[in-house]
T-cell receptor
Framework: DAGVIQSPRHEVTEMGQEVTLRCKPI?????LFWYRQTMMRGLELLIY????????DSGMPEDRFSAKMPNASFSTLKIQPSEPRDSAVYFC??????????????FGEGSRLTVL | GESVGLHLPTLSVQEGDNSIINCAYS??????FIWYKQESGKGPQFIID?????DKRQGQRVTVLLNKTVKHLSLQIAATQPGDSAVYFC???????????FGGGTRVLVKP
């Protein structure tokens, strides 16, 4: 079975440019998460969706970040304009519903972003 | 805010020995805990989980222990192998919509 698919795997861009990261969750999973990983801050939850609806975006750093989930099989995380401090590995993860309990997250391979 | 943390950032272990990775959590409302393994260049992978109504759970070569009294979680790896070299994260969650909070991670280095 295909896991969570992210693209691009690596992106190098210049400060001020727009960056779009993409994610295809595992089919049938109701939840989708965007995490950011840095050496300094570890794994931080940015935003998560349930049935394509954003539930908690309190981790989104600022207005330069936005995320969408137009359908059950696709999500984007956009940074506009990008800054060097946005350099990190961005992970997408999906999870099935497990009643009222948190379920296991399945992570993609990540998108490594470098902003020069 | 409440968070999940780790005692040891790096653990060096001899191949064949047992490893113990520790994690402290502060949110007493958390009732679900997971250990993830992250190899270089990859995303975190699920190892084992435990719910708060249990204090021990075993998998293949791994055991998770939960002590709710002192809010402590540990992962034991039996007969550590070179393939176990990775960063290990504990994460906590609860009933509120599948949200997991991750700890800072412990790097395990297996010496041959």
């Amino acid at each position: 079975d295909a896991g969570v698919i992210q693209s691009p795997r690596h992106e190098v861009t210049e400060m001020g440019q727009e960056v779009t990261l993409r994610c295809k969750p595992i089919s049938g999973h109701d939840y989708l998460f965007w995490y950011r990983q840095t050496m300094m801050r570890g794994l931080e939850l940015l935003i998560y969706f349930n049935n394509n609806v954003p539930i908690d975006d309190s981790g989104m750093p600022e207005d330069r970040f936005s995320a969408k989930m137009p359908n059950a099989s696709f999500s984007t995380l956009k940074i506009q304009p990008s800054e060097p401090r946005d350099s990190a590995v961005y992970f997408c993860a999906s999870s099935p519903s497990r009643g009222s309990y948190t379920g296991e997250l399945f992570f993609g391979e990540g998108s490594r972003l470098t902003v020069l | 805010g409440e968070s999940v943390g780790l005692h040891l950032p790096t653990l060096s272990v001899q191949e064949g020995d047992n490893s113990i990775i520790n994690c402290a959590y502060s949110n007493s409302a958390s009732d679900y805990f997971i250990w993830y393994k992250q190899e270089s260049g990859k995303g975190p992978q699920f190892i084992i989980d435990i719910r708060s109504n249990m204090d021990k759970r075993q998998g293949q070569r791994v055991t998770v222990l939960l002590n709710k009294t002192v809010k402590h979680l540990s992962l034991q790896i039996a007969a550590t192998q070179p393939g176990d070299s990775a960063v290990y994260f504990c994460a906590e969650g609860g009933r509120a919509g599948n949200k997991l909070t991750f700890g800072g991670g412990t790097r395990v280095l297996v010496k041959p």
